[in-house]
Nanobody, 123 residues
């Protein structure tokens, strides 16, 4: 599956952004989907994930209560709604797809990656 992320931009602290990831291929619905981010000089880190049936979601503690992940299998899209953004949320955000049997949260558990979209939060 090929992934294309969009929706990044510049926003002031406290603001909101909505990221979208569109997948090509007819098997999107069987993949768990995740969002990761990578700030300059730091390792890529897990942000949120949703399983293929959208009955389970999982969030990093740093974004819990502020970010919401959702998916629409009919439209082959997964979105990340980001509210109450903080300067420390500044990073390149990547969507990823995993065919693992359980909902994964580690980068090596995802086989397919999008190209990334920049999110910058000013203070």
């Amino acid at each position: 599956v090929q992934l294309q992320a969009s929706g990044g931009g510049l926003v002031q602290a406290g603001g909101s952004l909505r990221l979208a990831c569109t997948a090509s291929g007819r098997t999107f619905s069987i993949y768990h989907m995740g969002w990761f981010r990578q700030a300059p000089g730091k390792e890529r880190e897990f942000v949120a994930a949703v399983n293929w049936r959208e009955v389970r979601t999982y969030y990093a503690d740093s974004v819990k209560g502020r970010f919401t992940i959702s998916r629409d299998n009919a439209k082959n899209t997964v979105t990340l709604q980001m509210n109450s953004l903080k300067p420390e949320d500044t990073a390149v955000y990547y969507c990823a797809a995993s065919g693992k049997s359980s909902l994964p949260t580690r980068t090596y558990e995802y086989e397919n990656w999008g190209q990334g979209t920049q999110v910058t939060v000013s203070s």
